[in-house]
T-cell receptor, first 117, second 111 residues
Framework: DGGITQSPKYLFRKEGQNVTLSCEQN?????MYWYRQDPGQGLRLIYY???????QKGDIAEGYSVSREKKESFPLTVTSAQKNPTAFYLC????????????????FGPGTRLTVL | GDSVTQMEGPVTLSEEAFLTINCTYT??????LFWYVQYPGEGLQLLLK?????DKGSNKGFEATYRKETTSFHLEKGSVQVSDSAVYFC??????????FGQGTELSVKP
């Protein structure tokens, strides 16, 4: 089955630690995205990537970092510089690179819930 | 900049009631419009979409029509079920290709 997997489902972090959230897709999609979801605030874009070895900051990139070494993988690191990291993190992918016509439908993974202890 | 505004929730309905969740947008150009659904503890699933004015998206009994004149994309369903309880997000595709989401509307359907 094609799809997007995220791991772990639940993650606990002590203050001052960096943690990395995994996102893998086997849909052969070019573009991948990371969102943060907080209660009552919808989704906010952290980073996105159109092609391997290239990525752009979204609306709330501070305190986060990403890499795109393979088309299938787009891991997100939450660094100690992120002051309020407790949230639900969603990874998504799409067939079209941003900017092209056709809808830009995004497919989402099941999410990772990060809690800072 | 581009934005999406949804009616605030939670919306509580009895089973078999008619559902409307309002969504209006502000955008340059001609964006594509989407409705996503999120069940508790899960990621988002695409419910329906429309890529140009007057298009009607439909799926699982839900419908929404792309109204350029009123900049709206309201979600409707004629008879809701308990299993429709979820959070619904309206979104548009911005010129940069990114999706802009509304804040989400929680729907609770009681038996």
């Amino acid at each position: 089955d094609g799809g997007i997997t995220q791991s772990p489902k639940y993650l606990f972090r002590k203050e001052g630690q960096n943690v990395t959230l995994s996102c893998e897709q086997n849909l052969n999609h070019d573009a991948m995205y990371w969102y943060r979801q907080d209660p009552g605030q919808g989704l906010r874009l952290i980073y996105y990537s159109q092609i391997v070895n290239d990525f752009q900051k979204g609306d709330i990139a501070e305190g986060y970092s990403v890499s795109r070494e393979k088309k299938e993988s787009f891991p997100l690191t939450v660094t100690s510089a992120q002051k309020n990291p407790t949230a639900f993190y969603l990874c998504a992918s799409s067939t079209l690179p941003p900017g092209l016509a056709g809808g830009n439908e995004q497919f989402f993974g099941p999410g990772t819930r990060l809690t800072v202890l | 900049g581009d934005s999406v505004t949804q009616m605030e929730g939670p919306v509580t309905l009895s089973e078999e009631a008619f559902l409307t969740i309002n969504c209006t947008y502000t955008a340059t150009g001609y964006p594509s419009l989407f409705w996503y659904v999120q069940y508790p503890g899960e990621g988002l699933q695409l419910l329906l979409k429309a890529t140009k004015a007057d298009d009607k998206g439909s799926n699982k009994g839900f419908e929404a029509t792309y109204r350029k004149e009123t900049t709206s994309f309201h979600l409707e369903k004629g008879s809701v079920q308990v299993s429709d309880s979820a959070v619904y997000f309206c979104a548009l595709s911005s010129p940069s290709g990114k999706l802009i989401f509304g804040q989400g509307t929680e729907l609770s359907v009681k038996p």
